[in-house]
């Protein structure tokens, strides 16, 4: 299974992202009256979110509850998302449903705040001769050092 990086809209519709740790949109979705149940099922067609990211800087007791089904990281902005910006960052994907261009805007933030450190990560493996670079980021995002990734050891601090 895919390591992903998930954005939510929970709310009377809900909807989702779901991005590549490159980046890249794999999917978008977004239901009427859907529950968490459509939102676990959809997000396990995919593969197993690292993170699960929201457009508001105060979590949703959905996001809370997702967050902690899948054991993801929970990633919020320290402000909410404009919608200017939400507009700006969804332009070129081709999302046209409100829902899911702010469950892509907010998985899209989440990815930019860790690129430089994913971009090292998938770097140093492949220089380590590390295959499954997938499973090294998803332990980034997770707050483990490279290092500490590579090795498979997360150090006390």
Known sequence: MAHIIVGIDPGKTSAIACLTFNGKLIMASHRANAGLEWMVSKIREIGVPSVIAIDKK???AMAKKLNSIFN???VMPEKDISMKEKRRMSKDAGISNPHERDAYSAALKA???MANKLNQAEHI???MNVND???IKAKVFNKYSISEAIHGKKANR
Do not use: G, I, K, M
Request: no cysteine.
């Open 72 to 74: 993801s990281r929970l």
């Open 58 to 60: 105060n979590p949703s």
């Open 125 to 127: 493996s492949r220089v």
């Open 133 to 135: 670079t997938d499973s």
């Open 111 to 113: 990815y930019h705040a």
